[in-house]
């Protein structure tokens, strides 16, 4: 099992940054992906950004391109997202998923583990 734990959100106005922690314990694997989804009220869950564990391929939802940059830190098992320029739309519930392998994939459904999330808020 893998145990993942997000922080990091918080309310911020709009043109904010923030950025978001991801810590992976547990039988973590060699080689993986990490990525980060985000679900708004009444909406379904919605890619966001991946990374494979030697930070080569990165991935991103067109709408954070430019805006939001994912990194990690192997040596931690822990995965970033920095969110800068930060627009209400942005709000949303951020979470932490990680798979096994080295697919930066976009979908939730290929992601073996996930975290509890992490509230983001941006005002207007």
């Known amino acids: 099992q893998v145990q993942l734990v997000e922080s990091g959100g918080g309310l911020v106005q709009a043109g904010g940054s923030l950025k978001l922690s991801c810590a992976a314990s547990?039988?973590?694997?060699?080689?993986?992906?990490m990525g980060w989804f985000r679900q708004a009220p009444g909406k379904e869950r919605d890619f966001v950004a991946a990374i494979i564990w030697n930070g080569g391929i990165t991935r991103y939802a067109d709408s954070v391109k430019g805006r939001f940059t994912i990194s990690r830190d192997n040596p931690k098992n822990t995965v970033y997202l920095q969110m800068n320029s930060l627009k209400p739309e942005d709000t949303a519930i951020y979470y932490c998923a990680y798979r096994r392998g080295l697919t930066a994939s976009a979908y939730g459904n290929e992601y073996d583990y996930w975290g509890q999330g992490t509230q983001v808020t941006v005002s207007s």
């Open positions: 547990g039988r973590t694997f060699s080689t993986n992906t």
